[in-house]
């Protein structure tokens, strides 16, 4: 299945510690420098955002987040307001490494990095520190094929 992104902005919300704005090209362009990597990117706010663009009120509440992230007022969803122009790590950026749902669908869960788990399912994280935290398999290829059979015996459904 492929990756459906639901818009929850958490890739976003601590990426102002990584781009900067190097300058202000006008007429809502900007150079943006990547203050790991050294990279700058020409990036332009979407004609179709320039007025959620406008809108900073996000930086009251999520003061490290993207300087271009901003969610619609109506249905709360995040935007990328230059992402026809993000710049190549925004472009190559994936929330997850493996999306844990419940039986309906829902997100349960997701395996980020390595194998950090990140859940609000008490239930997950059960069997996660009873049962798969507890796998000393090195080898990445293998621990997956250990713990997805875990999950799915306990009636997840495991995306990669």
Request: hydrophobic fraction near 35%.
């Amino acid at each position: 299945m492929a990756f459906r992104c639901s818009q929850c902005g958490e890739c976003c919300s601590h990426m102002g510690t990584v781009h900067r704005i190097a300058a202000d090209l006008g007429e809502m362009r900007f150079l943006v420098h990547n203050e790991y990597t050294g990279e700058e990117t020409v990036v332009e706010v979407d004609s179709d955002k320039h007025v959620l663009f406008a809108d900073r009120s996000i930086f009251a509440d999520l003061p490290e987040t993207c300087f271009f992230f901003r969610r619609h007022p109506s249905d709360g969803k995040a935007y990328c307001t230059v992402h026809l122009t993000r710049p190549e790590i925004c472009r190559d950026f994936g929330c997850w490494r493996l999306l844990i749902e419940t039986r309906s669908g829902e997100r349960a869960g997701r395996v980020m990095f390595r194998r950090y788990l990140s859940t609000g399912d008490p239930l997950l994280q059960k069997i996660w520190d009873e049962h798969i935290g507890t796998l000393s398999e090195p080898d990445d290829e293998r621990w997956e094929a250990a713990m997805i059979p875990i999950l799915v015996g306990a009636g997840y459904r495991v995306i990669k």
